[in-house]
């Protein structure tokens, strides 16, 4: 458990300069796109909102023209999204054939090459003649992906033993171009989210979200989570959402002033099931939820659904006052040990908290 736990300090560290960042490992179909393109644009610029959101979904929509669904059974497709200023970072990886890489290889360099009058000539050209794809217009979509990021595309292709390959592509658009010239010129290379395909695979890490926590980006979550346990049974997928629900309210609740309500949640399986995780700072009042949390896993059923009844009538009495009632309610439903971390650091105090939901 103590290596799931780990899970948010490593994340920490992965992503200490991202403003926002999330990666998806899931089903990968059309009703996902508006979902997490809410997510991922929620605090974004709004003069690049409209680019990053194309952006998003083409690059979303690309992962399903290529994948190959016999393909895609046995291998993982990933999608993120990072803001690192002075750029936003879409990144896609999903397992394709060799003949497909053949092809996409040899258009990307065409396209790579090209300045942007270039890119709007190709694109007419392929737009009356279709010369370029051969999978229902993903050939104009890269074209137009150049020509609005005004970066060449980052690829790279990991072959597999048997012949096949992860196709990991990465859109850079600039969101402010007042940043240094240097800046400007050095977006993060592809390398960097390549590691974190291996890393999400390696730990079975499904979703990761790090930014700001508001019922905006807390719906879409849902959402998201919801969407991919439909093939679970509904009292698993019960557990999993109703335990997401109060450890993303509990970021809300306890963030510092100082962070506002920013934090991670990540949802990786395990070998008996799912252990959901957040991390966040608190204030140094809330540094008490160590000892609360650690009676809460002391207890048995039958006091904690005493201690539920109690605290939950206080909190009716006293609006505001709810004394943890969400995180009894977790401990006595599912009677699985809370997970907590409490670290201290130049920036404050640092909550991490998980719980794992059996598959039984």
């Given at each position: 458990?103590?290596?799931n736990l780990q899970?948010?300090g490593?994340?920490?560290?992965?992503?200490?300069v991202?403003k926002?960042?999330?990666?998806?490992?899931g089903?990968?179909?059309d009703?996902?796109?508006?979902?997490l393109?809410t997510?991922?644009d929620?605090?974004?610029e709004?003069k690049?909102?409209?680019?990053i959101?194309?952006?998003?979904s083409e690059?979303?929509?690309?992962?399903?023209?290529?994948?190959?669904?016999?393909?895609?059974?046995?291998?993982?497709?990933?999608?993120?999204?990072?803001?690192i200023?002075p750029?936003?970072h879409?990144?896609s990886?999903?397992?394709?054939?060799?003949?497909?890489?053949?092809?996409?290889?040899?258009?990307?360099?065409v396209i790579n090459?090209?300045?942007?009058e270039?890119?709007?000539?190709?694109y007419?050209?392929?737009?009356?003649?279709?010369?370029?794809s051969n999978?229902g217009?993903?050939g104009?979509g890269?074209?137009e992906?150049?020509?609005?990021?005004?970066?060449?595309?980052?690829?790279?292709?990991?072959?597999?033993?048997?012949?096949t390959?992860?196709?990991?592509?990465?859109?850079?658009?600039i969101?402010?171009?007042?940043a240094?010239?240097?800046?400007?010129?050095n977006?993060?290379?592809?390398?960097?989210?390549?590691?974190?395909?291996?890393?999400?695979?390696s730990?079975?890490i499904?979703?990761?979200?790090?930014?700001?926590?508001?019922?905006?980006?807390?719906?879409?979550?849902?959402?998201?989570?919801e969407?991919?346990?439909?093939?679970m049974?509904?009292?698993?997928?019960?557990?999993?959402?109703?335990s997401a629900v109060?450890?993303?309210q509990?970021?809300?609740?306890h963030?510092?002033i100082?962070?506002?309500?920013e934090?991670?949640?990540?949802?990786?399986?395990?070998?008996?099931?799912?252990?959901?995780?957040?991390?966040?700072?608190?204030s140094k009042?809330e540094?008490?939820l160590?000892?609360?949390?650690a009676k809460?896993n002391s207890?048995?059923?039958?006091?904690?659904?005493?201690?539920?009844?109690?605290?939950?009538k206080?909190s009716?009495?006293?609006p505001?006052?709810?004394?943890?009632v969400g995180?009894i309610?977790?401990?006595?439903?599912f009677?699985?040990p809370l997970?907590l971390?409490?670290?201290e650091?130049?920036?404050?105090?640092y909550?991490?908290?998980g719980?794992?939901?059996?598959?039984?």
């Amino acid at each position: 458990m103590a290596k799931n736990l780990q899970l948010i300090g490593l994340l920490r560290k992965c992503f200490s300069v991202d403003k926002i960042c999330m990666f998806y490992r899931g089903n990968f179909d059309d009703i996902f796109t508006d979902k997490l393109i809410t997510l991922a644009d929620h605090d974004f610029e709004k003069k690049a909102k409209k680019r990053i959101s194309f952006l998003m979904s083409e690059s979303f929509q690309n992962i399903i023209r290529h994948g190959d669904n016999e393909l895609g059974n046995k291998k993982d497709s990933l999608f993120g999204v990072r803001a690192i200023s002075p750029f936003s970072h879409i990144f896609s990886s999903n397992p394709i054939s060799e003949k497909d890489k053949l092809f996409l290889e040899e258009r990307l360099n065409v396209i790579n090459k090209l300045n942007k009058e270039q890119l709007k000539m190709l694109y007419t050209k392929v737009l009356e003649d279709g010369a370029l794809s051969n999978k229902g217009g993903a050939g104009l979509g890269l074209i137009e992906m150049a020509k609005k990021s005004q970066k060449p595309i980052q690829t790279d292709f990991k072959e597999f033993e048997d012949h096949t390959y992860a196709f990991s592509m990465q859109i850079d658009l600039i969101v402010n171009d007042q940043a240094d010239a240097e800046l400007l010129e050095n977006p993060i290379g592809i390398e960097e989210n390549t590691a974190m395909y291996d890393l999400m695979v390696s730990n079975d890490i499904i979703f990761l979200y790090k930014g700001d926590f508001s019922d905006e980006t807390i719906s879409p979550m849902l959402n998201i989570l919801e969407g991919n346990t439909t093939d679970m049974t509904n009292l698993l997928g019960y557990k999993i959402y109703h335990s997401a629900v109060e450890l993303m309210q509990n970021v809300i609740r306890h963030s510092s002033i100082d962070h506002h309500k920013e934090g991670i949640f990540a949802v990786n399986k395990t070998e008996d099931g799912y252990f959901l995780c957040t991390g966040n700072y608190v204030s140094k009042q809330e540094k008490k939820l160590e000892e609360h949390i650690a009676k809460l896993n002391s207890m048995n059923k039958d006091d904690l659904g005493a201690l539920y009844r109690k605290q939950l009538k206080a909190s009716t009495e006293s609006p505001g006052n709810n004394a943890g009632v969400g995180l009894i309610d977790l401990r006595r439903s599912f009677m699985t040990p809370l997970e907590l971390k409490m670290t201290e650091d130049k920036n404050g105090n640092y909550l991490t908290i998980g719980i794992e939901i059996p598959f039984k």
